[in-house]
């Protein structure tokens, strides 16, 4: 977990001398727009995405599915026709869905949605489709849909560990059927077969048989935007068994879908009020999502604060003091890191549980934020599943990213409190939010 020589790049982060007062528009979520975008493709008509997302993980995505044979043409308006928001404003992607071909090559980068949606999607292509992406992409895990589509009908060349780089070698079709997977260490897993399962002759039924179940809401958007474009899902939920998601096969609707803002991206700036005591208004935060970022209402008013949602947006009001909590983020586990930079800076100790498949992720989180925070003067030590956090007075200096964008935006958090912090390679956030330099700066006035 050496830092990466090539980022000696540093970003002063601006301290907050005062309270934060601002809006700030926060570019779409992530999740959903590579979840539409999948969709999309795979639908038997057009559909359009309004404001989508555009940073790394969702080019990447969009590139991908060009590279099998969609047509995703990007259009920017500012006058009523192509509109990406109600005032008929802003960006706008028309999805033509065709048939899916090979041979191609995929990029995924560092994007467990990438990497994990769509080897599904390559069975379904008329040829060979070859899987790559950053150094981090072959530690990430990726067995569960491998092996998952082996036993669906599926042919992959890998190198024997069901990870990157392999090649999915389409068929035109898939059978699929029932399949057995332990998505212990990853959440992407089910959604990954539940996504294409529509495209498959028998569908699918994914039976999960590991004994804890990460990031249970993004497996709900799953299904919810699963069910938006027409298609029939039975889970636990809708008095199904435990564990146990069905999707019956049958053709996709095209769908013209309005982007929700990301949720977990809001988390900075909502820290930003907390940490000094500041207001900040998120418009257009969704009355109803399956976002995880929605639990930070929750988290961060238990850590100090209060909101107030409205139809116009979220409002979220720093007290001037910062609590401690003891809390399980199983279900929302990329919060983790802005979460850890909010604890390092509040009154009592944290304890934050339920995270150890963090170890996974973009980096080591729970071993990032550790090492970094304790860099600065903290007293992090790791658990078997996340982090105890007793707070100290920090110190200026380098916060390390390791190519994680969400370690970067916790050394953000953390330099508004503390003078001096400078954070390596804060370009790593244009892997979800590109413009995050920008709408710091702009929220703090500087
Ligand atoms: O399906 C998704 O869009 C995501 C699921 C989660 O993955 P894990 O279940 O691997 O944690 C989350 O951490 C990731 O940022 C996005
Ligand atoms: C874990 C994350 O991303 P990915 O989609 O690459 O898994 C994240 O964004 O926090």
Not at 41 to 50: C, I
Not at 71 to 85: F, H, M, N, P
Not at 132 to 149: F, I
Request: proline share 7%.
């Amino acid at each position: 977990m050496a830092p990466n020589p090539a980022h000696t790049v540093l970003w002063p982060a601006p301290h907050a001398s005062e309270a934060v007062a601002a809006t700030v528009h926060v570019p779409g979520s992530k999740s959903v727009t590579n979840r539409a975008l999948v969709l999309a493709s795979l639908a038997s008509e057009p559909g359009w995405l309004r404001r989508p997302l555009r940073s790394r993980d969702t080019l990447l995505m969009a590139g991908a599915l060009r590279e099998m044979g969609v047509g995703i043409e990007e259009t920017v308006s500012s006058s009523s026709s192509g509109a990406g928001s109600p005032d008929g404003t802003g960006e706008a992607w028309r999805i033509l869905p065709a048939g899916l071909r090979g041979p191609a090559t995929v990029d995924v980068g560092n994007a467990g949605t990438v990497m994990r949606f769509l080897p599904p999607v390559a069975a379904l292509a008329d040829g060979p489709v070859r899987f790559d992406g950053d150094p981090r992409s072959y530690e990430r895990p990726l067995n569960g849909v491998v092996d998952a589509l082996r036993v669906l009908g599926a042919r992959i060349d890998d190198d024997g560990r069901g990870a990157l780089p392999l090649t999915v070698h389409g068929g035109g079709a898939l059978d699929g059927g029932t399949v057995e997977i332990d998505a212990s260490s990853s959440s992407q897993f089910v959604s990954a077969l539940l996504l294409s399962a529509p495209r498959f002759n028998q569908g699918v039924e994914v039976r999960h048989t590991g004994s804890t179940l990460p990031s249970m809401p993004h497996i709900r958007m799953t299904v919810d935007m699963l069910r938006a474009v027409g298609a029939q899902v039975d889970t636990p939920e809708s008095g199904g068994e435990p564990n146990v998601w069905r999707v019956t096969p049958g053709a996709l609707l095209g769908r013209d879908l309005t982007i929700e803002p990301d949720l977990s991206n809001a988390q900075p700036f909502l820290a930003a009020a907390l940490v000094t005591g500041g207001r900040v208004l998120i418009p257009d935060w969704p009355a109803r999502t399956t976002q995880p970022g929605d639990r930070l209402r929750e988290i961060f008013t238990e850590m100090g604060g209060s909101c107030e949602l409205a139809d116009y947006g979220l409002v979220f009001t720093g007290s001037g003091s910062i609590h401690g909590i003891d809390v399980d983020l199983g279900d929302v586990g990329e919060l983790t890191p802005g979460i850890a930079a909010v604890a390092a800076l509040a009154d009592s100790p944290s304890t934050l549980r339920g995270v150890s498949h963090l170890r996974l992720h973009e980096t080591d989180r729970l071993a990032a934020l550790t090492k970094e925070i304790n860099e600065l003067g903290g007293d992090v030590t790791e658990t078997a599943d996340g982090l105890h956090i007793r707070p100290r007075r920090l110190h200026g200096g380098i916060f390390h990213t390791y190519d994680d964008h969400r370690m970067a935006t916790a050394g953000a958090i953390i330099g508004l409190a503390v003078e001096g912090v400078q954070i390596e390679n804060v370009a790593t956030t244009a892997k979800t939010l590109p413009d995050f330099p920008e709408l710091w700066t702009g929220m703090l006035g500087v």
